[in-house]
């Protein structure tokens, strides 16, 4: 069963941070009833980013994605609420934004894969990773319950 503590690892790529998309991307998670627990501005090494990437090793694409990841920073967040990693990807839209609905992130504003403006994490244990890996000092705590407000 879907949990409302789920949670899951989104990243604003140099792109977006560059096109001024930051606040809309937030805006929408925080719209959905999303509760942010983790964020920072961000200015990846190589070696961080082949660590995030690391199963895409190999990939014709891979220096490239790399060499692009690092071109500048990345907002770093982390997401908690119901069915937060399959709803990240829903509003994320399709890898391809050529394949994105309207009204997803990528379908309202990306044409190319290359430059796809957002990361979501693609299932509850890669996103334990990748908060892991992004987040090594742990994520933060309220001391009020916004569970009450959006959930039944
Ligand atoms: P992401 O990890 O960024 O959320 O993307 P994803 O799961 O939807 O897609 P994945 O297959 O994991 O690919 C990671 C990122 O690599 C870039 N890519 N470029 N040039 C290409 O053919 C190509 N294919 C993938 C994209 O930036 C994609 O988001």
Known sequence: MASIKERTYIMVKPDGVQRGLVGNIIGRFEQRGF??????????????????????????FFPGLIKYMASGPVVAMVWEGLDAVKTGRAMLGATNPLASAPG???????????RNICHGSDAVESAEKEIALWFPEGVVQYNHDLAQWIFE
């Open 35 to 60: 509760k942010l627990i983790a964020l920072k501005l961000v200015h990846a090494t190589p070696e961080h980013l082949e660590k995030h990437y690391a199963d895409l090793k190999g990939k014709p």
């Open 104 to 114: 997803t992130i990528r379908g309202d504003f990306a044409l190319a894969v290359g």
